[in-house]
């Protein structure tokens, strides 16, 4: 699981200019106009080498609980994570989750709703098991109703993997598609994404009425930067993306950058409210 940072050192790195001012103004000027819906790996937190090598920066699950309660309860993470893996992350804080790029969600009143993976799936997932085997460096993560293979450790064996996670899609059969991310391919369920995740969390109090701003940095955040061009919110892509094009309208380099407008907006919510530093 995640590393999590002990010392409290919030980061003292100035706010971006441009995307990192506007995002700053909107959500202190219209805390009730907007609701955020944040991505996790490379948005929030820096990429590590494997997918338990994160590190949790101090401070940040205070700050963003700050956040939320500056605009109403109207945050939501939206990750590829499990629900449970992301909950950790960031515990005692609890906030409104999609995880498995929408395949479950919990809402704002704790109701949670997700997919069962079917029996195929779960013989798909043996195969891959097995076969990953014989390709030294790929790291298999099961999240139950969704997999991942990452090549991070193994970037020379991306074709090799790509056609046993084609022969594993095949396996798992209707239902089930590949998501492509950074070093990653993914088997997860075709009857969501992320931006049907917004879209549902949009449909109720506390985020219903508001104009959503989505920040993410891969490929499967775009569904969510579609959602939110299109409703007339804020897209967000943290990276230029190299060669990928984005739908994003407005971009943000890294999420050090992210965290410093997170860090500046609960500073002012603390400030405001008397309460002291975490
Ligand atoms: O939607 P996200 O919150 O961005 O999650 C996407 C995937 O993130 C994790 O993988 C990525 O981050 C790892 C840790 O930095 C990195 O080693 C890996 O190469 C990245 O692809 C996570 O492991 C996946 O389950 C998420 O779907």
Not at 17 to 33: F, N, S, Y
Not at 87 to 104: I, N, S, V, Y
Not at 165 to 177: D, F, I, P, R, V
Not at 194 to 209: C, D, I, N
Request: aromatic residues 6%.
């Amino acid at each position: 699981m995640g590393q999590r940072e002990t010392a409290i050192s919030p980061s003292a790195a100035p706010i971006t200019p441009e995307t990192g001012l506007i995002l700053h103004q909107c959500l202190r000027e219209r805390p009730d106009r907007y609701a955020l819906f944040l991505d996790i790996d490379g948005t929030l937190i820096d990429l590590a080498a494997t997918p338990d090598g994160i590190t949790v920066p101090a401070g940040l699950g205070e700050a963003l609980g700050s956040v939320s309660a500056r605009l109403g309860g109207a945050l939501a993470l939206v990750t590829g994570r499990g629900l449970a893996y992301a909950d950790q992350l960031f515990a005692p804080q609890r906030f409104p989750l999609a995880g498995l790029h929408g395949t479950e969600r919990r809402d704002a009143e704790g109701a949670i709703f997700r997919a069962d993976p079917t029996a195929s799936f779960i013989k798909a997932k043996a195969h891959l098991r097995q076969s990953a085997e014989t390709l030294p460096g790929i790291l298999i993560e099961d999240k139950g109703a969704a997999i991942a293979a990452h090549y991070r450790q193994a970037p020379v064996l991306v074709e090799k993997l790509e056609e046993v996670m084609t022969e594993t899609l095949h396996l798992a059969g209707k239902g089930y598609e590949l998501q492509r991310g950074k070093m990653v391919f993914e088997i997860r369920p075709d009857m969501a994404d992320k931006g049907r995740a917004v879209e549902a969390f949009l449909s109720s109090p506390p985020f219903q009425g508001r104009l959503p701003i989505t920040i993410g940095d891969d490929l499967t955040d775009e569904a969510m930067f579609a959602v939110a061009n299109r409703l007339g919110g804020l897209s967000i892509k943290v990276g230029d993306g190299g060669a990928e094009k984005s739908a994003a309208t407005h971009q943000i380099p890294d999420p050090d950058a992210v965290r410093a407008v997170l860090f500046a907006l609960a500073g002012e919510v603390r400030s405001a409210t008397g309460e002291a530093r975490p």
